[in-house]
Structure formats: C-alpha cells, structure tokens
C-alpha cells in the first residue's frame, strides 16, 4: 500500500505530512511495508504512552477498536491523552484482533529486524511490549510516531473534478421502477460556477451562554401578536394558535444544586455550559422552553446559532416552518431563519409523509403556503440536460426518483454510451448544483439561525461535496457551527444514537434472525450441494457445529 493508496483511506483525518513523507523515505531505501512499520510501532508508542506498556503486544488493537474499557489507567484522561488515541485510531486502521494479528506477524517477517525498534517472538504473542521495545535503532521512526500522537490532523478531501463545455458526462440514474445510464453536456456559460460553493468560515468559538427567562416571556408576547396577525389573514382556528404565554406561564423552572438538592426558588437565568439536562415530565414545557430560545436568538442574539434535533422528519419540517411563518412573510422571495436538515436518501418517502401529512393540508386548505415546499422540490436542472429521446426512450418520459439525483455520480462518459465510467476516476462536480431547487436547503444553512434536524441525519447523512470536500456527517456540521443544540425527547434520540453507534448483533434467537442460525443453514445447504469438500471447507463445517454446540450448552444452563 502507497503512501498516496494511504491518502484514499476511508478515514476522517490525514496522517501528518512528516509521517506520508518518512513512508516514502522508508519505500526509497526498499522497505516493502512502510506504512505498515510506522503503524505497528505507533500503536506501541500509544500504549507506552498511556503507561500500559506492560500489555501483551497484542493488547493494541482493544484501544484502537474503541471499547469502553474499565481500566484505571484510562480514566480520567487528559486533552493530550484523548488526542493520542484519537490520532492513532485514525492512522493505524487495525481495529479489529485478526487485523492487528496480522499486522503484527507482517511486521516480523517483512520487515528486517535492523529497522524495526520493537522485536517479539510469534510464538509468544502475549510478551509485554516494554520487554518488546529494543534499544533505539531507528530514531527517525520513534521521532515521527511520537509526533503523530500530538499532531492536529488535517481533514481527508475528497477528489473532484470540473466538468468541461461540449464534453458528454455519465451517470446513473434511477427512476421508481429501475437504474438507467444516461449522458449529459453542458454550455460554456453553465460550467462557469466556481467549486466548491463558499460555506462556512471555520469553527463556532464555543462561549457559556446565559438565557434571562424574563427575555423568553418577551418573545411569549411577540409570538402571539405574530399568531393573531396570521390568524386573521389565514383564518387560522384557535387550535392553530400557540397561546404562549399561557405556555409560558405554566414553566416552573428550578436548578438542581450538586447532592441532588432542588432549589426552592424559580431560577431566573438558565446557564447553558456544556452539558444541561432540563428534566421534566411530559407537558411541562420542555419544548415550550426550547423554541422561545430560538425566538430570542433570532431576534436579540444573531451571533449563536441553535439546533433543535427532533424525533422525525415530519416534525422538522412542521417546526421550521412554524417558526419561519412567525417572522417570514413569503417562502418563494425571504431568506428563512430556520431551515430543516435533512437525509437525501429517504426523500421519496419524505415527499409522501409531507403530502399526507395534517399540517401541509390544513395549510393547502386555509390557502397558506407551507415552507416545506421550499426544502422538498423535486426539479433538477441536470434531467433537463437529458437529450429529448432518451427522456422518451430510456426514461419514458418519467422523472428520476426523488433522492436519487445525480448530483454526487457525474463521471466523463466512456466512447461506448453502454458502458459504464471507470470505478477509479473521480466523480464531477454538477455544474448547476448552486442553482439547484432540490438543493435549497443546502444555501439556506449558512444565514439561518436556527436548525432542525433528527438523529438519523446526524448520524447517517453526509455532506454535498459541492460546499464541503470534508467527509464528514450532518452531525458533525452541527457541532461545529451550532452553539446551542437542543435534544427534544433525549430519550428516544439516544435509543437513535445507540441502534447506529453501538449496534447489537444478535448472534441466536428463538427464531433464524440469529447469525449462527443463519449460518448453520447455509453450512448444510453447501455441504449436501458439494460432493467433494475442500479442506479449508471441512474445516469450516466443523468450526461451525462446535460453535453451535457450545451455543446450545450455554443456553441450556
């Protein structure tokens, strides 16, 4: 693996340039591994680090994969401490016991003993690495790792390319019934667009914020003139109203000294410094709290920017709305003040739960303009490329499916129109994504105040590389542009946060859900269908029913 292979690696960060250049330094002079050298010798100079040297040289891998670890000498860590090991997850991808066990035997039979400054036998794994450490031979290596541990690693970019006037580009396209290939080309005057689009300038400085509540009774009053205006231009029913300050008048807020003692008096100021919990049961107005703070940013503190992370798409969408409708006038011509955050993958079934929904039709009804519309287009300019016979041959005339736009999949078109680009070239950037009326939400974010978006899009959903060449997730965007973030119903966003972040897999049930059940079917399927088995394959077989009979004998206690 080269060190520009290492480079394309699917991790957040780079590794610093000291450390590409000693890879190519080490490939010059013959060494066949390099990466691999300075990565084993940096995953030891972490545990030295963190004074666990007295490991097994195996132990490395159980600090890369992440695992809660009791361990005294992992508690309490510092700022540098978390650094290292955050570092060396992102430059040593051995995270797994067979991956790092492999990497160890590489690390001993390909690479000669008079360049390495670690030495074990393979026969005995479980040597500690402090009697593994030699005497110095390559004090570069040790000097490089050592720098690694304390370096602030660059982010990855992904690789993109421009696209070219009168040159014809390829893509996949996929409608509600299948997946086409279709070419496109682009005028002059439509690749002039600079890529990528302006965004946002840096890091959020993160400050304390104090919230006087006599401020949010304020907003209390602005919100229901605001209401009682729309009320008479749509004819909204008293059930659309918010009634905030009888909302607001029912709030009974009280700080939680250390010792669990309650404070008698109200509190008259909420103090939000890192993490607060607002504890309350259903009704009390936890989220009543929550969007009269967005209210007072909007209009008294245009310097922070808060996001409310809610349970579901469709209540996202009804909030932003709601709070776009109290100091917005028209979705087609204002720049809105909150703006949904969305996954693009779901977008068919977004567009059908928005169309259903109560709160769209009762807007349809009463002739008001919901701001949703704005955020859920479907129009992309790019299908309007499309030659006029292939839209009737190969689309029959029908529109790509809604979340499925190529933005992200336009590669220089092959001579063949019927094959396809080569997986290795680097995809294009879609010269019309910054006019894009499916993208709007995207040139929204910047001037809005406030975002709402769920745990799926944080967790799951990235980035277009059209404003940030980053890979990073919507979540990652948030915590670092937004400086309140608000969890509404934390509960359910952590049982969210959990299914995606400590994923369970259920290894044998009652049913054939199991992965051990579902193995064994298969393992006897394959047996009765080859009459001549392989050794590798014998082997298989009798590691599976031993697995299975242990499995039995543990649930039988």
Same mark, same amino acid.
């Given at each position: ?26 490939? !010059? &002079?013959? *060494? ?5 050298? =300075? $990565?084993? #010798? ?5 545990? +030295? ?76 794994? !479980? &040597?500690? *690495? ?5 005497? =110095? $031979?390559? #004090? ?5 790792? +050592? ?76 919100? !229901? ?333």
């Amino acid at each position: 693996m080269s060190a520009k292979k290492y480079r394309n690696a699917n991790t957040l960060f780079l590794p610093p340039d000291e450390f590409v250049r000693r890879v190519e330094f080490l490939k !010059d &002079e013959g *060494i066949a591994e390099p990466e691999l050298l =300075l $990565q084993v #010798e940096l995953g030891f100079a972490l545990m +030295e680090r963190m004074g666990l040297d007295d490991e097994p040289v195996t132990a490395v891998w159980a600090i890369l994969s992440g695992m809660f670890i009791r361990h005294p000498r992992l508690q309490n860590l510092s700022a540098e401490d978390r650094r290292a090991i955050a570092n060396v997850r992102q430059i040593v991808p051995f995270s797994s016991r067979f991956n790092w066990l492999n990497a160890l035997r590489d690390y001993v039979r390909n690479i000669p003993e008079d360049r390495r400054n670690y030495d074990f036998d393979l026969q005995d794994l !479980d &040597e500690q *690495i402090i009697n593994a450490a030699k005497n =110095l $031979q390559q #004090e570069a290596n040790q000097s490089i790792v +050592e720098s690694c541990l304390c370096a602030i690693l660059q982010y990855r970019s992904r690789k993109r390319e421009l696209v070219k006037a009168a040159t014809y580009y390829q893509f996949e396209a996929e409608t509600q019934t299948e997946t086409v290939n279709l070419q496109v080309k682009f005028t002059q005057e439509q690749v002039t667009t600079v890529y990528p689009l302006s965004w946002f300038d840096g890091v959020q400085a993160r400050l304390p914020v104090a919230i006087d509540l006599a401020d949010l009774a304020a907003e209390t009053i602005f919100l !229901d003139d605001r209401e009682e205006v729309l009320a008479r231009q749509y004819s909204w029913s008293n059930a659309a109203k918010g009634n905030w300050k009888k909302r607001f008048s029912k709030l009974n807020y009280h700080k939680v000294r250390s010792g669990n003692i309650v404070d008698r008096q109200t509190a008259p100021t909420l103090n939000i410094d890192g993490f607060t919990h607002i504890a309350g049961m259903v009704a009390s107005g936890k989220s009543t709290l929550s969007l009269l703070l967005a209210s007072n940013i909007i209009r008294n503190r245009t310097d922070l920017r808060i996001t409310i992370v809610v349970g579901d798409t469709q209540s996202a969408i009804k909030i932003a709305n709601q709070i776009n409708w109290w100091f917005c006038d028209n979705p087609e011509t204002d720049d809105p003040v909150a703006v949904p955050i969305l996954g693009r993958s779901r977008r068919d079934s977004h567009l059908q739960s928005f169309a259903n929904s109560d709160d769209y039709l009762n807007h349809l009804q009463r002739g008001q303009a919901h701001w949703g519309e704005r955020w859920l287009s479907t129009v992309c300019p790019l299908q309007a490329r499309i030659s006029q016979s292939d839209r009737n041959s190969i689309l029959n005339g029908k529109p790509l499916k809604p979340g499925t736009e190529p933005c992200h999949f336009l590669k220089k078109a092959p001579k063949d129109k019927k094959k396809t680009p080569k997986s290795n070239s680097n995809p294009c950037f879609c010269p019309l994504f910054d006019r894009c009326p499916s993208q709007q939400a995207y040139r929204d974010m910047p001037k809005a105040r406030v975002w709402i978006t769920t745990p799926g899009a944080m967790s799951i959903s990235g980035m277009p590389y059209h404003y940030e060449l980053r890979p990073i997730k919507i979540g990652e965007l948030v915590y670092e542009q937004s400086d309140i973030v608000v969890f509404d119903e934390a509960d359910t966003i952590i049982e969210w946060f959990d299914k995606v972040y400590a994923e369970q897999l259920t290894l044998t049930d009652s049913s054939i859900n199991g992965v051990f059940d579902k193995i064994g079917v298969k393992t006897e399927q394959s047996n009765r269908t080859d009459s001549v088995r392989s050794p590798l394959k014998s082997r298989w077989r009798n590691v599976e029913r031993n697995a299975q009979t242990a499995i039995e004998a543990t649930l039988a206690k």
